[in-house]
């Protein structure tokens, strides 16, 4: 039986799109419109984020808010590496995708011999970097600095000295350079990416599932074959961003795209590698409720979240 930790980080400074840092409490709300303890039943911690950059002028317009950002990797990292180091599962429930990076920082540096896979269930790959991203969010930069990419082949801008440094001081948080090979990442329902991300994943062989593979094959194949490819792994993060579910039901986030996963089709598939005793965090990211109908897609992510760390419990 794990000890599960809930990790907060209502961060949105990666986003394009205002709002994700509400799409905690959205979930905790729907947590009491199902009647559900759930929050009353773990220890959690909440980081200090840096949401305030917002209101101030953008300084590097290629990886926009990236002092704030170094500050959230830190101590997101370092919550993480506590949790871990403290016998705890930790349990990341954050507001955009950009922090995810400080989790596997965290990982890492908790288990530094560790080989660590990593299972990204999103519609977008999160491959880009200053040199070639479209629109400087540092939500589709996350992946890139876990795999330590800066991508220059396909570079779009200069930038200046003092981005290259802090993108480097990214890369190279704990000490630990590169988190993750790329040979050990998974994308789930990747279905909107640049030629950019098209030429890491190709240059690197990343694995790529779509959806209609988990439609045709079903959850439990699927998984299974995940687990398989990454069975060199001595540990396994997941990071579950909630647009790789359909833009039907994905309204309430950021970046909705068509033929995504269905409901059932991604609580099946998480809940299925909760089960691997390898799992060692799971991560839920960019509900955005002021996009949102009547908080659906916080009741969502919120029975994903349930039923998956009832399953971790059960393990």
Same mark, same amino acid.
């Given at each position: ?61 290629? +990886? ?10 830190? &101590? ?19 507001? #955009? ?24 269930? #999103? ?20 992946? +890139? ?45 990747? &279905?909107?990416?640049?030629? /950019? /991300? &098209? ?35 001595? #540990? ?26 269905? /409901? ?21 990211? /960019? ?9 659906? =897609? ?8 349930? &039923?998956?760390?009832?399953?971790? =419990?059960?393990?």
């Amino acid at each position: 039986m794990k000890n599960i930790k809930l990790i907060e980080v209502p961060s949105e400074i990666g986003a394009g799109t205002r709002g994700a840092s509400l799409g905690i409490d959205a979930i905790k709300i729907a947590a009491l419109d199902f009647m559900s303890n759930f929050f009353v039943h773990f220890p959690s911690e909440k980081i200090e984020v840096e949401n305030q950059l917002l209101f101030e002028p953008i300084q590097s317009p290629y +990886a926009k808010r990236i002092i704030g950002m170094i500050n959230i990797y830190e &101590r997101v990292s370092k919550a993480v590496n506590n949790c871990i180091k403290g016998h705890f599962f930790p349990v990341v429930l954050s507001g #955009d995708h950009a922090t995810a990076g400080g989790t596997i920082a965290g990982i890492k540096m908790a288990k530094p011999k560790s080989k660590l896979g990593v299972i990204w269930i #999103d519609a977008h790959a999160d491959l880009h970097t200053p040199y070639t991203t479209p629109s400087g969010n540092m939500h589709g930069m996350s992946l +890139a600095t876990a795999i330590g990419e800066d991508n220059e082949e396909m570079k779009v801008h200069e930038l200046d000295e003092k981005t290259t440094s802090q993108w480097d001081q990214l890369k190279n948080l704990g000490k630990i350079f590169p988190k993750v090979l790329p040979e050990d990442v998974v994308i789930i329902s990747l &279905r909107d990416y640049e030629k /950019e /991300e &098209r030429s890491l994943i190709e240059k690197h062989g990343i694995k790529v599932i779509t959806t209609s593979e988990v439609r045709r094959n079903g959850p439990e194949s699927v998984s299974r074959k995940v687990l398989r490819y990454l069975s060199d792994c001595t #540990d396994i993060y997941v990071s579950f961003d909630v647009d790789s579910l359909d833009s039907s039901i994905s309204k309430g986030t950021g970046t909705p795209v068509s033929n995504g996963l269905k /409901e059932r089709e991604a609580e099946d598939l998480i809940s299925k590698f909760m089960q691997n005793r390898k799992i060692c965090c799971f991560e839920i990211t /960019e509900v955005n409720p002021t996009l949102d109908k009547e908080n659906l =897609m916080a009741e969502i992510a919120f029975n994903i979240l349930q &039923r998956s760390v009832n399953v971790l =419990m059960m393990n």
